[in-house]
T-cell receptor, first 116, second 112 residues
Framework: DQQVKQNSPSLSVQEGRISILNCDYT??????FLWYKKYPAEGPTFLIS?????DKNEDGRFTVFLNKSAKHLSLHIVPSQPGDSAVYFC???????????????FGKGTLLTVNP | KAGVTQTPRYLIKTRGQQVTLSCSPI?????VSWYQQTPGQGLQFLFE???????NKGNFPGRFSGRQFSNSRSEMNVSTLELGDSALYLC???????????FGPGTRLTVL
């Protein structure tokens, strides 16, 4: 049972345009969400996160939107740059489990390709 | 501040053998988590250690085990290797449980 789903395995956009990566989750206990970026032969790098008390978090070119009622979040990258080409993982966790469930549940990732 | 380091970076083993992977967290980080990444399954949580105790465990068979030392360094062991264990094994550390995790470069294990 996949609790975090990234339904698009790949996405291709032109440089300068907006990239929108989507993520859906099923576990209503999840209240903290993160996006990681991964280049080949490297470990994932933390990008941006959002708590369930917010519906938007912005950091430079990266903005994450959270729609709790739809159990959906999205990562917007604008403007997209060729260096953004990587696999993007959505991850979720429950922070209210008293230390017993501090594990990240990841989606399978979306390969973003930004074409010059 | 040095990042998370993992050794070895690459490993080739044969079926039935066992393997031990090592992870050194960022200095001061006390939580270490391990993940398996395969092309079909993405990143899957193996286990998490905090203060030398396993606090959390994923859905993997008992052949997968780990431990954490008093200096927060962690090791992961896989016994009786199977072909399907070929994967990238990632270690991540965080200051406390529930904080953002910082990943190492991974150990690429190939089982022949």
């Amino acid at each position: 049972d996949q609790q975090v789903k990234q339904n698009s395995p790949s996405l291709s956009v032109q440089e300068g345009r907006i990239s929108i990566l989507n993520c859906d989750y099923t576990n209503s206990m999840f209240d903290y969400f993160l996006w990681y970026k991964k280049y080949p032969a490297e470990g994932p790098t933390f990008l941006i996160s959002i708590s369930s008390i917010k519906d938007k978090n912005e950091d430079g070119r990266f903005t994450v939107f959270l729609n709790k009622s739809a159990k959906h979040l999205s990562l917007h990258i604008v403007p997209s740059q060729p260096g953004d080409s990587a696999v993007y993982f959505c991850a979720a966790m429950s922070s209210n489990s008293g230390g017993s469930n501090y594990k990240l549940t990841f989606g399978k990732g979306t390969l973003l390709t930004v074409n010059p | 501040k040095a990042g998370v380091t993992q050794t070895p970076r690459y490993l080739i083993k044969t079926r039935g053998q066992q393997v031990t992977l090592s992870c050194s967290p960022i200095s001061g980080h006390r939580s270490v988590s391990w993940y398996q990444q395969t092309p079909g399954q993405g990143l899957q949580f193996l286990f998490e250690y905090f203060s030398e105790t396993q606090r959390n465990k994923g859905n993997f068979p008992g052949r997968f085990s780990g431990r954490q030392f008093s200096n927060s360094r962690s090791e992961m062991n896989v016994s009786t290797l199977e072909l399907g264990d070929s994967a990238l094994y990632l270690c991540a550390s965080s200051f406390l449980q529930g904080n953002e995790q910082f990943f190492g470069p991974g150990t690429r294990l190939t089982v022949l």
